[in-house]
C-alpha cells in the first residue's frame, strides 16, 4: 500500500498540486494499480517463451523502383527567371565586407 505522503511528495516532484479529496482518491487509485502489478508478479513465466512482437508486421511500404526523372526543361517551365538549369531567386543575404 502507498502511503498518502509518498503521492504528494511525487506529486511535487512533477511541480502538481492536488487537494486533500484528490490525494485520498489518486492515494487509493495507486494502491490498487500496485496491488495488481504484485499480482502480476506472482505469476510464474518460467515456460512462457519470449515475445518480441505479438502481432505479424508487414511492410506496407511499396517497392522501390528506379524510373527516370522529369526533364529539367519540364521542371523549369513554370519559372519566373532562371540561369541555366537553375531556378533564380532575389539575394536575401548581403554579402559584408570584412
Known amino acids: 500500500m502507498i502511503s498518502k505522503d509518498s503521492v504528494a511528495h511525487v506529486a511535487s516532484l512533477a511541480k502538481l498540486q492536488f487537494s486533500e ?5 489518486y492515494t487509493g487509485q495507486l494502491s490498487e494499480i500496485l ?3 504484485e499480482q502480476l508478479e506472482s505469476v510464474s513465466t518460467k515456460d512462457v ?3 518480441t512482437q505479438s502481432i ?8 522501390d523502383v528506379a524510373k527516370p526523372s522529369t526533364p529539367v526543361t519540364e521542371l523549369l ?3 519566373p527567371t532562371k540561369k541555366g538549369t537553375y ?9 559584408e565586407e570584412d
Open 56 to 63: 505479424h508486421l508487414e511492410n506496407v511500404m511499396r517497392p
Open 87 to 95: 531556378i533564380q531567386v532575389p539575394a536575401i543575404i548581403d554579402k
Open 21 to 25: 479529496a484528490d490525494l485520498e482518491k
Open 77 to 79: 517551365k513554370n519559372v
Open 49 to 51: 517463451p519470449v515475445t
Open 35 to 37: 496491488d495488481m502489478v
